[in-house]
């Protein structure tokens, strides 16, 4: 999800918040399906949106690749089940990056689809929460983990690409190829999805292997045009479509309200000069 999309959703909530806050001011948690502490995760969430736009410019914040750099690379170093990547069509590379981007701007939207369900729309806010938590934990793994390109640093297969005009080899965000940021937010999505239909709707628990294989497809298509453009690797696809269905999946059962409730969740955020991290522990 782009930043712009998680702050649209959290103004919206903040505002629902404080618009609602007389209505809410008897009860600390949500009566829904989902279970909300509207205090708790409120300001979780704001504080969140900072971290999540500190930690994508950090990630985004670096000097270009050089031509000496550029010259010194070996694409004999690519894992063989990635070289694909080093064999696309060049003359189509930009329309798959554009294709890619409309998926990114306009997949993250699509929960609001499940709305059209009478009992999920009564209880649109838990959702919307419940919602942006899962995005922001999925781009927070991005950003802050050892999973993500603050500790992985993978050159992107346009770098291998000598045909191409050399500032777009240089451009500085070519060292996140590992992994795939676009493919783990529309998987996030679709999983989101499809989790919280089951949570609403348990008579279809039965066919849910078959939901979970819908909700591959958009991530999947994404994940191509990322690698047609020049963007990723197989593996960085992969593993982004794993983490953005993991936090999907996890995050919409952490708030089930039919889950037993002797587990203990906490987040605790840490912000200084040289280090942004926020820590999410979970007990079973």
Known sequence: MKTGHLLLLGIVIACHGLLSAQERSDSLQSDGTYHVNYWVSLPALAAGLYVTTEGHERVNDRAPLSEALLASLDPSVVPGFDRISLRQ??????RALDISDIGITYFPLAPVLLFLDRDMRQ???DIAIVYAETQMAVLNVYNYTFLGP??????????????LPLEERMFARNRNSFYSGHT????????????????YHPEYTG??????GLAAVPPVFVGIKRIQGLKHYPSDVVVGALV???????WPKLHQKSRKRNKEMSVSMVYGS????????YRF
Do not use: C, E
């Open 274 to 281: 040289d280090l942004k991290m926020m820590r999410l522990s």
């Open 89 to 94: 069509d060049t003359s189509r590379y930009r």
């Open 150 to 163: 603050t500790f992985i640093r993978r050159y992107r297969p346009i770098v291998y690409y000598h045909d």
């Open 123 to 125: 209880d649109w806010f």
């Open 207 to 212: 066919k849910k292997w078959l939901l979970y």
């Open 244 to 250: 953005g269905a993991a936090g999907g999946i996890f």
């Open 184 to 199: 783990s937010t529309v998987s996030a999505t679709t999983y989101f999805m499809v989790q919280t239909y089951l949570n």
